[in-house]
């Protein structure tokens, strides 16, 4: 199986006033003005520009400052990675984690990371695989028999296959004061995490 996302694309306001003069920051109400350092994203889901003061640019959820490089979007609100995936990524049926590679697997009606997809006996990595108990995925009917015969699975592997975990950056938190410095310029920015599916977004002004 495999997930998808969007991006986003930023770009650096010219300090010049413009039509978000006096536009309600989208955090907190309060008018933002172009003369001050702010943030202007269009939302991808409904098309809507909204605006942030500088200091309001951050996640709903842990309230870490983001960059016009790293956020995530949703319905006009903001979060970081990892809440945005705790939020509203799919979560893997083994590990339970958020799903943030683009590589996973569905079946059983479930979501999996790639590397969790694996053997409920043997844990041996999965492309074709039975499912005898209605559950569990196995590598053949054997692995199912010993499961249930020589009481439980084999131990897992001492090293587990690692899974992609953004760092979780709100202990950091930082909140700095409105600067009036602007430059001129642009770049593309990714707004979405590994197999992110409705994440950034938007048109990004700085």
Do not use: M
């Not at 249930?148 to 760092?167: D, I």
């Amino acid at each position: 199986g495999g997930g998808g996302g969007g991006g986003s694309h930023s770009s650096r306001g010219s300090g010049v006033k413009g039509a978000s003069d006096g536009a309600p920051c989208a955090r907190c109400a309060k008018p933002v003005t172009t003369r001050l350092k702010h943030y202007r994203v269009r939302d991808p889901d409904t098309g809507k520009t909204n605006y942030w003061h500088s200091v309001c640019f951050v996640c709903e959820d842990c309230e870490v400052s983001l960059s016009r490089d790293d956020f995530q979007q949703r319905a006009g609100v903001l979060y970081c990675t990892v809440h945005f995936g705790k939020r509203f990524l799919p979560k893997c049926a083994k590990c339970t984690r958020p799903i943030y590679e683009s590589e996973f697997s569905k079946a059983l009606d479930k979501t999996w990371h790639a590397v969790c997809f694996s053997c409920s006996y043997c844990h041996t990595p999965l492309e074709n695989y039975v499912c005898a108990d209605g559950e569990r995925p196995f590598c053949n009917a054997e692995c199912f028999v010993k499961l249930l015969t020589g009481g439980g699975p084999l131990p897992p592997p001492a090293e587990l296959p690692a899974v992609y975990v953004p760092p979780d950056l709100s202990e950091l938190a930082t909140h700095s004061g409105e600067s009036n410095t602007t430059a001129g310029g642009g770049a593309s920015a990714p707004g979405t995490p590994k197999g992110g599916g409705g994440g950034g977004g938007g048109d990004v002004a700085v």
